[in-house]
């Protein structure tokens, strides 16, 4: 992989809490406590997995959930693009969750947010869910694109919904809600979402305020930086038995 150039500037200091990351092309990334990864060189940052409407679908389906999940998502999201100032905004797939969710209660909330930011290019790179629930209405002005999809062109950086490798270059994904648990000496522990990181892809943790977290399916060598409260730790990796 070599080192992308295509970006090359001076770069400010991360906000309080994150943790910066650089990849085998060179590019530096702002691991974010709130879920998100910012790219400063391309003013672009990038959410996974925030599954919109999934609470509604679960309520349609007789199941007693919270109410709100909406709200809080997009609370969260306004934060994200305060803190960034990002000028392109990228979903990572599973932006909506379900057909059924895709209600118009839920595009009443979600219009003014979209009118609100109306200056932030938006794209939605489509992952397993979206493929079913549809694609967002075209007045969300949220551009949709399949997998692989390369944010700037000449940059050896992709993103996708699936975690996957692709040849010279580097992956970020959703799809796997990643999570560590991490264990104190008074034999408890605790399940956090975190980031995970390997050769070649970085997996973000679950957006969503309504969504699962799961520690399957993550690589045993990968790196993993835990979500804890408004910071971002490093996890060192546990030694295999000798």
Request: contains cysteine; charged residues 15%; aromatic residues 8%.
């Amino acid at each position: 992989m070599n080192p992308d150039t295509s970006l090359a500037q001076p770069l400010p200091a991360p906000p309080a809490g994150a943790h910066t990351v650089t990849l085998p092309c060179g590019t530096a990334l702002w691991l974010l406590p709130q879920r998100a990864v910012w790219w400063p060189a391309a003013r672009m940052t990038f959410v996974a997995d925030v599954h919109f409407g999934k609470g509604a679908t679960f309520r349609r389906a007789g199941q007693p959930v919270p109410h709100g999940t909406t709200a809080d998502n997009l609370v969260r999201l306004d934060e994200v693009l305060a803190l960034t100032g990002a000028e392109h905004l990228v979903f990572l797939g599973d932006f909506l969750h379900a057909r059924s969710g895709a209600a118009d209660a839920l595009w009443r909330q979600l219009l003014p947010w979209r009118q609100r930011h109306a200056g932030v290019a938006m794209t939605l790179v489509r992952g397993n869910h979206d493929l079913h629930a549809g694609a967002p209405p075209p007045g969300l002005g949220i551009t949709p694109a399949d997998e692989p999809w390369q944010p700037v062109p000449g940059a050896a950086l992709l993103a996708c919904h699936h975690p996957q490798t692709a040849a010279g270059a580097f992956v970020l994904a959703g799809h796997w809600h990643p999570t560590v648990t991490l264990r104190g000496l008074a034999r408890d522990a605790m399940r956090l979402p975190c980031f995970t990181q390997s050769a070649d892809q970085l997996v973000l943790p679950a957006f969503g305020a309504f969504t699962g977290m799961s520690s399957a399916s993550l690589p045993p060598a990968a790196r993993r930086f835990a979500v804890v409260g408004n910071q971002v730790h490093a996890v060192p990796l546990r030694p295999r038995p000798g």
